[in-house]
T-cell receptor, first 115, second 115 residues
Framework: GDSVTQMEGPVTLSEEAFLTINCTYT??????LFWYVQYPGEGLQLLLKATKADDKGSNKGFEATYRKETTSFHLEKGSVQVSDSAVYFCALPLLTQGGSEKLVFGKGTKLTVNP | DGGITQSPKYLFRKEGQNVTLSCEQNLNHDAMYWYRQDPGQGLRLIYY???????QKGDIAEGYSVSREKKESFPLTVTSAQKNPTAFYLCASSIRGRVDKNIQYFGAGTRLSVL
């Protein structure tokens, strides 16, 4: 079935380092793809999304490109800050038997940025 | 300010006890969702509702129950049949049930522990 696979964490970086968090997906067709972020003690919030192949989503210095050739949606940031420390989730929509849709999340990747 | 309010923030359950987690939204969203988050397992869907007085089971509905009597409210009851209820519970909502087009907004979560 449809699913997403994220790189296992945790990831620890120094401030201003380059970040990549890998996400690959298995899906029928070309669904929208999402990255959500969860800051410590909080719920999730949408970081960025891409709705079709070759789209690039971007927000707060983060970017991810929807690549159908490699079925990937890797999250990148050129220079991380301490405030980027959080758990990052890749997600895609899945059509249920009842005809409605739900989000399928990866297991999450915890990022810690040290000063 | 519009948003999703979950209460309480922390909840303790005794053996054999049912407990209810509250989720209220003032975003005028039709669809609401309950997720369970365990360390290293990402988010798993418990129940979701696309419209008032209707809801569907998610991937791990056993031991849980919900109601959707009002558009703005979607309480989750963790019953005594749920043998491992310790987790972080997240409520979410979206304008419609089309998750590829409609972003999910999350509450801050309720952390449930067993005494």
């Amino acid at each position: 079935g449809d699913s997403v696979t994220q790189m296992e964490g945790p990831v620890t970086l120094s401030e201003e380092a380059f970040l990549t968090i890998n996400c690959t997906y298995t899906a029928t067709g070309y669904p929208s793809l999402f990255w959500y972020v969860q800051y410590p003690g909080e719920g999730l919030q949408l970081l960025l999304k891409a709705t079709k192949a070759d789209d690039k989503g971007s927000n707060k210095g983060f970017e991810a490109t929807y690549r159908k050739e490699t079925t990937s949606f890797h999250l990148e940031k050129g220079s991380v800050q301490v405030s980027d420390s959080a758990v990052y989730f890749c997600a895609l929509p899945l059509l249920t038997q009842g005809g409605s849709e739900k989000l399928v999340f990866g297991k999450g990747t915890k990022l810690t940025v040290n000063p | 300010d519009g948003g999703i309010t979950q209460s309480p923030k922390y909840l303790f359950r005794k053996e054999g006890q049912n407990v209810t987690l509250s989720c209220e939204q003032n975003l005028n969203h039709d669809a609401m969702y309950w997720y369970r988050q365990d360390p290293g397992q990402g988010l798993r869907l418990i129940y979701y509702s696309q419209i008032v007085n209707d809801f569907q089971k998610g991937d791990i509905a056993e031991g849980y129950s919900v109601s959707r009597e009002k558009k703005e409210s979607f309480p989750l009851t963790v019953t005594s049949a749920q043998k491992n209820p310790t987790a972080f519970y997240l409520c979410a909502s979206s304008i419609r049930g089309r998750v590829d087009k409609n972003i999910q907004y999350f509450g801050a979560g309720t952390r449930l522990s067993v005494l």
